[in-house]
C-alpha cells in the first residue's frame, strides 16, 4: 500500500510502499477514501525538516539541551550517532482520515465492516486507529467533507473549555482551519465572533460564517478592533488557534479580555505571558490538548477503555460524533474552506502549496476507489537476499529506535544476511529495512517464524510480548536472540522453560550485553585468580520515566526493576561467577509517586561474595548513568560509565579510557558465532532464569520487606566464565 512520509533531515515528502498494517485488538482496518492535510501542524513539519541542522536547534531549543547532557555523560561521537539517526528516520504524515472499516479488532462494539468512518489515520491507503479516536458519518455527509472532523474537533474542544454561553463575545486569533471551524462552533453558540487574521481572504471567509473579522495585515490594531467589538467592555474570552512561537498574539488576548476572561489556546503559539494584565484582571489561561478527554491517554486509546459518560460526557469519540451531527445537519459547513485536491501520488506537490501558496487552506487527498493492496510484505532489496549455506539468515521482529540504533547495526556488522524486519505498522520496519538494506519489510511477524531460510530470529517487541514470541520462534525452530527481560511473569518463565526443555536444538540468548562489555571482560579477567570472596557496589542513575510510561505499567512493561534491573543482576552474576542464594531489596517509601524504579537491591552469592545494586530514577540526566566499583582482598577496580577503568592497587590492570561501550555488538558477534560454529548458549539458559527470577524477587523482597532465597546454599560456580566471552 501507499503512505506519505516526510524524511525530517531534508523535509521531502514521499509516497512510499508500506506492508499494509494488520488489525489489532481495540482497533478498526480502514481503507481511506480522503484525508486533509492539517495546514498548520504538517506546515511546521515539512519547514523544520526543510531547515538546516542551526534552524533545527533554535526550532527546538529543549532538544539541544537534552543532547548537550547527554554529550557530556556519554561523549560527542555516540550522541551524534543517535542525533543524525533520529533526524534520519521518516515521519508517517496526516491526522485527518475518511474511509471504510475492512475490519473490526478484538473487543471493538459499534462498528462492522463496510462502516464510513472517521479517524486520526494517516495519509496512507490502510490505517489501523484505535476505535476510541473513530466515529461514524452519517449517510448525508461527504467523504471530503468529513476528512475535516478531526480538525472540527481540536475547534469544538477548545470552544468547550472556553465555556461559551448565549449572548456573550469571543475573539478568536488565526482564522485557519481551525479558527474557521471555532467561529461557526461560537456562533451556534448564540455567541458574537471577532476573527483576526494576517490574510484578508481568511477573514473575508470568516465573515461568511456571521461573524466580524480585521486583517491585522493591513495595519490594525486588534487590540483597538476588540474593544470597539466588545463595546468597550471587553471580550469575554480568546480562542488562540494561530500557529506561531511570538508570544504576541496571547499578549494581545489579555489585553482584549475583560476582568476574568478566559483565554484558550489550541495552536502552537508562543505563551510567554506578562503578568500584569493576568494578575490585574484575574484572567484563566488554559491550553488545550488535540480533540477532547482520551487523546494520548494509553487505557482509552490502545486498550479500548471509554470514560464514563455520566462524568465525562465529552470524550474524542464524542466529540468527532458532535462534529458529524452537526455536518449532518448544516450547522457546519467546510465546502468553502477546501482550496485544493490531489490525489495520494501527487503528495510532494500537494505539501508545495502547503508551504509556499498563501492562498492555500483546506487540501483534501484522494485515494483509489478499488481496494488497496492488503499486502502485509513487501521486497526493498532484491540484492540483499541472504544465503542460509554461508551465513546466518536473521529475522527481525521489533523496529523500535533500540533496534534501529543499536541492534540493527550490530548484526548487520557481523555479515549476516538480514532477510526481513518486522512492525506492527509497517513504516518503521520498512524505514528500518531500507536503512540498514535487509531484503524485506513486514508488518506481520509470522512471516519470518514460517520462513524456513530464515533461522535466527531477533526480537526487540515491547516487554509482554517477549514470552509469546520466543516460545513461538523456538517451536518453530529458530536461534533466538531476545532483548531483555526474558519474561515479565513467573507464569511466563515457567512457559519458556517448558518449551526450551522440548526444544533445546536452538540458540536461547538474552541481550545481557554489559557482560560482554570490554571494561566488563577486564574486569571479569582480574578476578579469575581471586581467593577471597567480592564486593561490589552498581550505582545506576536511571533517570525518570513518567507515571504513565508502559515501563511502568505491570502488563505491558513489568516495571523497571524486571525490565531493566536485570540487566546488572545479570553483570553481577557474570563477575562473581557463583550461584544468587537469596536477595533483599529496599525501596523508597513515598506517597503519591512510583517507588519501585528507586531500590536498592542486595544480593549474596554461593561463595560469600555480595553485589549491591541502586538503581534510582530521581538523579539528574548531566550525572553519569552508570559505575561499577569491584573491592577484593585490598584491591578495587572502578568503571565509569563504561567509558574508562580505573585500578586501584590492582597489579596488571593499567587505567584505560575509551569510546563507550556498553559490549551490545560484541554480544551480537559472538550470538552470530555461537549460530554458526553450534556449542552451548553463551549464557546458561539456567543463568537466564536466575537473572529473570531474581529480578521478580527483588520487586517481592522490596514490596514484602522480606529476604528471598533463589537456590541451594552450597557452592555451584557457574559455566558462565568459559562461555560468556570468547
Known amino acids: ?127 489501523c486507529v484505535p476505535a476510541n479516536l473513530s466515529a461514524k458519518i452519517p449517510d ?108 504576541e498574539p496571547a499578549r494581545q488576548a489579555a489585553n482584549m479580555c475583560r476582568k476574568r476572561g478566559r483565554i484558550v489556546s489550541t495552536g502552537a503559539v508562543g505563551l510567554d505571558l506578562e503578568r500584569g494584565p493576568l494578575y490585574q484582571k484575574e484572567l484563566s489561561v488554559q491550553v488545550s490538548c488535540a480533540y477532547g478527554p482520551g487523546r494520548y491517554d494509553p487505557d482509552y486509546e490502545e486498550r479500548n477503555r471509554d470514560y464514563p459518560l455520566p462524568y465525562v460526557r465529552w470524550t474524542v469519540a464524542r466529540n468527532l460524533e458532535a462534529v458529524l451531527d452537526g455536518m449532518a445537519v448544516g450547522d457546519i459547513s467546510v465546502a468553502s474552506m477546501i482550496s485544493h485536491r490531489f490525489p495520494q501520488t501527487n503528495a510532494a506537490q500537494a505539501y508545495e502549496h502547503v508551504v509556499n501558496d498563501s492562498g492555500s487552506l483546506g487540501i483534501v487527498l484522494s485515494y483509489p476507489d478499488a481496494p488497496a493492496p492488503r499486502e502485509a510484505f513487501v521486497q526493498v532489496s532484491a540484492d540483499a537476499a541472504p544465503s542460509r549455506a554461508t551465513t546466518p539468515v536473521v529475522g527481525v521482529i521489533g523496529a523500535g529506535n533500540f533496534a534501529k540504533l543499536v541492534l540493527l547495526p550490530a548484526i548487520k556488522a557481523t555479515g549476516a544476511g538480514l532477510k526481513c524486519i518486522a512492525s506492527a505498522g509497517g513504516v518503521t520496519a520498512q524505514t528500518a529495512a531500507r536503512k540498514i538494506g535487509a531484503a524485506s519489510a513486514t508488518s506481520d511477524y509470522r512471516t519470518i517464524l514460517d520462513d524456513d531460510e530464515i533461522n535466527t530470529v531477533i526480537i526487540a517487541t515491547r516487554h509482554d510480548s517477549h514470552a509469546r514470541l520466543v516460545c513461538e520462534a523456538l517451536r518453530a525452530g529458530k536461534h533466538v536472540f531476545v532483548e531483555k527481560p526474558l519474561c515479565i511473569t513467573q507464569s511466563e518463565l515457567a512457559e519458556i522453560k517448558q518449551v526450551r526443555e522440548t526444544h533445546n536444538i536452538t540458540q536461547l540468548m538474552v541481550g545481557f550485553n554489559r557482560r560482554f562489555a570490554p571494561h566488563a571482560r577486564t574486569v571479569h579477567r582480574a578476578l579469575s585468580g581471586r581467593s577471597k570472596p567480592v564486593a561490589i557496589t ?189
Open 1 to 127: 500500500m501507499k503512505q506519505i512520509l516526510q524524511h525530517l533531515n531534508t523535509g521531502e515528502v514521499e509516497v512510499a510502499d508500506i506492508p499494509c498494517p494488520l488489525v489489532r485488538p481495540g482497533h478498526l482496518l480502514i481503507q481511506t477514501r480522503a484525508s486533509l492535510i492539517s495546514a498548520g501542524t504538517e506546515r511546521m513539519l515539512v519547514e523544520f525538516g526543510k531547515g538546516s541542522l542551526i534552524a533545527k536547534a533554535r526550532a527546538q531549543p529543549e532538544k539541544v539541551r537534552q543532547v548537550l547532557d547527554k554529550i557530556r555523560t556519554d561523549g560527542l561521537l555516540p550522541t551524534l550517532e543517535v542525533v543524525f539517526s533520529r533526524l534520519a528516520e521518516p515521519l508517517p504524515l496526516g491526522y485527518c482520515n475518511a474511509g471504510v472499516v475492512l475490519e473490526v479488532g478484538e473487543g471493538v462494539t459499534g462498528f462492522a465492516k463496510g462502516d464510513r468512518v472517521v479517524s486520526n489515520g494517516s495519509h496512507a491507503e490502510i490505517v
Open 140 to 247: 448525508n455527509v461527504d467523504d471530503e467533507s468529513a476528512a475535516f472532523t478531526v480538525l472540527a474537533a481540536i475547534a469544538l474542544h477548545g470552544v468547550r473549555l472556553l465555556q461559551p454561553t448565549y449572548g456573550e463575545c469571543f475573539v478568536v486569533t488565526g482564522l485557519g482551519l481551525v479558527g474557521l471551524l471555532a467561529v461557526q462552533f461560537l456562533r451556534r453558540q448564540g455567541c458574537r465572533v471577532l476573527g483576526v487574521d494576517f490574510n484578508p481572504q481568511r477573514c473575508e471567509l470568516a465573515r461568511e460564517f456571521g461573524c466580524d473579522a480585521v486583517a491585522i495585515g493591513d495595519g490594525a490594531d486588534p487590540v483597538a478592533a476588540a474593544e470597539s467589538f466588545s463595546r468597550g467592555r471587553g471580550v469575554d474570552g480568546v480562542l488562540l488557534t494561530a500557529a506561531t512561537k511570538s508570544s
Open 538 to 726: 552498581m550505582l545506576v542513575n536511571a533517570g525518570h520515566a513518567p507515571s504513565d510510561s508502559w515501563l511502568h505499567d505491570p502488563l505491558r512493561g513489568g516495571g523497571r526493576i524486571i525490565g531493566e534491573g536485570c540487566h546488572w543482576i545479570d553483570l553481577a552474576l557474570y563477575l562473581v561467577g557463583h550461584r544468587i542464594i537469596d536477595l533483599q531489596a529496599t525501596m523508597f517509601d513515598s506517597v503519591g509517586e512510583i517507588c519501585d524504579d528507586k531500590m536498592s537491591i542486595g544480593l549474596t552469592f554461593a561463595d560469600g561474595s555480595i553485589a549491591t545494586l541502586h538503581y534510582w530514577a530521581n538523579g539528574p540526566k548531566s550525572f553519569p548513568k552508570e559505575r561499577i566499583e569491584v573491592f577484593c582482598e585490598q584491591r578495587a577496580l572502578v568503571i565509569d560509565n563504561w567509558r574508562r577503568i580505573v585500578a586501584y592497587n590492582w597489579p596488571g590492570v593499567p587505567k584505560s579510557k575509551s569510546r563507550q561501550d556498553k559490549g551490545h555488538r560484541a554480544e551480537i558477534a559472538q550470538f552470530m558465532q555461537r549460530v554458526t560454529d553450534g556449542g552451548p548458549p553463551l549464557i546458561p539458559v539456567d543463568d537466564l532464569v536466575m537473572v529473570t527470577s531474581a529480578s521478580m524477587a527483588a520487586v517481592q523482597s522490596a514490596t514484602q520487606r522480606m529476604i528471598v532465597p533463589l537456590g541451594t546454599e552450597n557452592e555451584q560456580t557457574l559455566t558462565t566464565t568459559a562461555t560468556a566471552v570468547s
